[in-house]
């Protein structure tokens, strides 16, 4: 069980949940709302750019595997992307201001802020604390909007209810400066951030945050007994149209390859999920850009405009997950086989074109039966 601590990004993030299940904790469109949600293996969902998020894996036994896609917000580098951590202790976005400013901020002694910010560890992923907090949070996602609400309120009015119980120990003299050092801060801290959203019990939501989209529930656009491949852009998923990133999922049997294709409205970025394989990419001008086998874990991309082709190899299949730098409708145009560019153009311009004979030029652009994935000899 481990947390991805709170942060946000200058960027865009589209998530794709490769195995496990998470629970995702983000505030929508800055409506000062904490949103959660479970995301399940498959699951799509985006993180819009400026968005504080948290991650946690609540299943002991499981593993949990997301891959992102990432957009920087116009202006940015690319290969310059600073993640702000509103967790972290010591190390959090904002635990670097001076501690009477924190301490106002915050309406806690400073002593109570050192409970808090005085971890000096750089620890982005932490384990979670508690046995029961699986089934703990599981109910609570659970819950409707407002039931959610509710167990907040009680949990502030139940807080209340120990501070005055603890004020009459310290005047009875018991002594538990222990347990308050540990629990007095983070109750102050926790009703000092939704104190005023618990006040109001008759919160009106005026907009929910759109829901999960499973990429592997998705019937293939494409699919022969060589392999299959599924994208969605922002015609299927509509959260994709503001964030300029698709997705893609393709899977190539033991031996086989995409025909070679071209994408000439978006880059391409490959991850290898599972197998090995081949990619072969060209300049425009048809010369070689390059040529190089691949294997799980192994990252590339195709800039927009340059053909290219994925073979699996022959003793393995392989399977890629990717993203486009475009959310519109960016089919690759397929250059080669029964459903192709050639094909459709074939005619005596087409030999002509080439410099042979139109029988000759007939004969080589139907020899291939097959369409998009292809058998290799």
Not at 218 to 236: H, I, L, M, T
Not at 249 to 262: D, F, I, K, N, Q
Not at 326 to 345: D, E
Request: glycine share 8%; charged share 25%; proline share 4%.
């Amino acid at each position: 069980m481990s947390l991805l601590i709170h942060h946000y990004v200058v960027a865009t993030r589209v998530m794709y949940v490769r195995s496990g299940e998470a629970n995702l904790g983000f505030i929508y469109k800055n409506n000062q709302r904490l949103t959660q949600m479970r995301l399940r293996e498959g699951d799509v969902y985006q993180i819009p750019v400026g968005c504080t998020f948290y991650i946690a894996n609540e299943e002991s036994d499981q593993k949990l595997e997301i891959i992102s896609g990432i957009e920087p917000l116009e202006g940015f580098r690319d290969d310059v992307l600073q993640s702000i951590y509103i967790g972290g202790g010591a190390n959090s976005g904002f635990s670097g201001f001076k501690e009477e400013i924190l301490g106002a901020a915050f309406n806690v002694s400073q002593k109570e802020l050192g409970t808090i910010f005085n971890d000096q560890r750089i620890r982005l992923i932490v384990p979670l604390q508690g046995s029961h907090a699986t089934g703990t949070w599981s109910k609570f996602l659970e819950l409707k909007e407002e039931e959610k609400l509710q167990q907040l309120r009680e949990m502030v009015q139940q807080g209340q209810e120990n501070e005055e119980v603890e004020k009459e120990d310290e005047e009875s003299g018991d002594d538990e400066e222990e347990q308050q050092q540990t629990s007095w801060p983070w109750r102050k801290l926790f009703k000092s951030v939704f104190g005023e959203e618990m006040k109001n019990t008759r919160e009106k939501i005026t907009e929910d945050p759109p829901r999960s989209y499973n990429l592997d529930k998705r019937k293939p656009d494409f699919e022969n007994k060589y392999g299959w491949r599924v994208a969605v852009d922002g015609s299927r998923y509509h959260p994709l149209k503001s964030s300029g990133i698709g997705i893609y999922h393709e899977y190539l049997s033991a031996g086989s390859m995409m025909a070679p294709r071209v994408n000439p409205m978006a880059t391409e970025y490959g991850i290898v999920v599972n197998g090995s394989g081949r990619v072969q990419v060209l300049f425009p001008n048809g010369s070689n850009a390059m040529d190089t086998n691949i294997t799980k874990g192994d990252v590339f991309f195709i800039t927009s405009n340059f053909p290219y082709c994925e073979i699996a190899h022959k003793g393995e299949s392989l399977e890629l997950l990717g993203f486009t730098t475009s959310a519109q409708r960016n089919r690759p145009v397929v250059l080669v086989g029964a459903r192709s560019v050639v094909r459709t153009m074939e005619g005596p311009e087409l030999a002509t074109s080439f410099g042979v004979s139109e029988e000759e030029m007939k004969h080589l652009v139907r020899a291939q039966h097959e369409s998009v994935i292809l058998p290799t000899p």
